[in-house]
C-alpha cells in the first residue's frame, strides 16, 4: 500500500471491527463507492476475515483499498483460528492492522509480538498498520509519550527499511469507542513525538494516523494538524454518511 502512494499522502482507514453482515456490507460499500471514486485521500477498508471475499468482489476496480484486522506471525501449521499473512494476500489484501488496542488488551498481545506480526505481513507483501495508544491511567500519570515510545521500539527496532513500509496508527485507549476524543492539539503533540522517532531513524515520511472517536464533525481539526496524516475510524466506519464527511475532510486538508 505504501508504495503505491505519494508520501505522505492523507490516508483514511475503516475499522469495522466484528460488525456487519452480508446485506449491511454490500450497501455500505455501494455508498462509499462513489463517494470514493477520485478522492484526493486513499482511503480502505479493515474487515471481519469472513467477508474478506465479499469485499474483495465488491471493491474490484474501485479506488477503495481492502485489508484485515489481525494477522497471525506465523507463516503456516497447527495454528488453529488463525490467518497468515499469504491468506490475506490472495484475497487481494493491501493491508492488516497489527497491535489494536484491543488486541493488546483483550488477547494479550506484546509489543513484541505486534512486530512479528508486522514482519510476517510484510512478507507477503502487505502493509502493516501499527497500532500504538496509551490508557486512559497511563495518561493522568504522565507516561503517554513513554507508552508510546516502549510500544514502537520493537517496531523501529526491524529497521528503517521495514518501517518505510509501514503505517503507524496512534489510538488513544481512552478515546476508542467511547465519544471522548484527543483535542487536535493533545493528539498532534503525540504524533509530533512519534515523527521525531521515525525521523530519527531516517523514515520521516511514513504516515501517522489517528484513531479513537474520529467523526466527521472534528475530522477536519485533526487533519489539519501537521504531523496527523489521516484517520483509522473505527464505528463512524460503519455510517456511508460520517465516513465519507471523513474522507473529504481528508481531502481537504492535503
Not at 455508498?31 to 471493491?59: E, H, I, R
Not at 493488546?104 to 512478507?123: M, P
Not at 464533525?217 to 496527523?228: E, H, P, W, Y
Request: charged share 15%.
Amino acid at each position: 500500500m505504501s508504495a503505491s502512494i505519494a508520501s505522505r499522502r492523507k490516508l483514511v482507514l475503516g475499522n469495522w471491527k466484528m460488525n456487519g453482515s452480508l446485506a449491511a456490507n454490500a450497501s455500505l460499500l455501494e455508498a462509499l463507492k462513489p463517494v470514493c471514486t477520485g478522492a484526493v485521500a486513499q482511503v480502505g477498508v479493515a474487515a471481519p476475515f469472513p467477508y474478506l471475499s465479499q469485499v474483495q468482489l465488491a471493491l474490484a476496480g474501485s479506488d477503495i483499498l481492502w485489508g484485515a484486522q489481525d494477522v497471525s506471525a506465523q507463516a503456516s501449521g497447527a495454528f488453529t483460528g488463525e490467518v497468515s499473512a499469504a491468506m490475506l494476500a490472495e484475497f487481494g489484501c493491501r493491508f492488516v492492522l497489527v497491535g489494536h488496542s484491543e488486541r493488546r488488551s483483550l488477547h494479550a498481545e506484546t509489543s513484541e509480538q505486534v512486530a512479528a506480526k508486522a514482519t510476517a505481513a510484510q512478507g507477503a507483501g502487505l502493509t502493516p498498520v501499527v497500532c500504538v495508544g496509551e490508557s486512559l491511567a497511563e495518561r493522568e500519570a504522565g507516561q503517554t509519550l513513554a507508552v508510546i515510545e516502549a510500544q514502537l521500539a520493537p517496531v523501529l527496532a526491524l529497521g528503517a527499511q521495514a518501517v518505510a513500509g509501514m503505517v503507524i496508527a496512534y489510538e488513544p485507549v481512552w478515546a476508542i469507542g467511547t465519544g471522548r476524543t484527543a483535542s487536535p492539539e493533545q493528539a498532534q503533540e503525540v504524533h509530533a513525538a512519534i515523527r521525531a522517532q521515525l525521523a530519527a531513524l531516517g523514515v520521516p515520511q511514513v504516515q501517522v494516523l489517528y484513531g479513537g472517536s474520529v467523526k466527521s464533525s472534528n475530522a477536519a481539526s485533526l487533519f489539519a494538524m501537521a504531523d496527523i496524516d489521516g484517520g483509522l475510524v473505527g464505528g463512524a466506519a460503519l455510517d456511508a454518511k460520517d465516513f465519507a464527511g471523513i474522507v473529504e475532510a481528508a481531502g481537504q486538508a492535503a
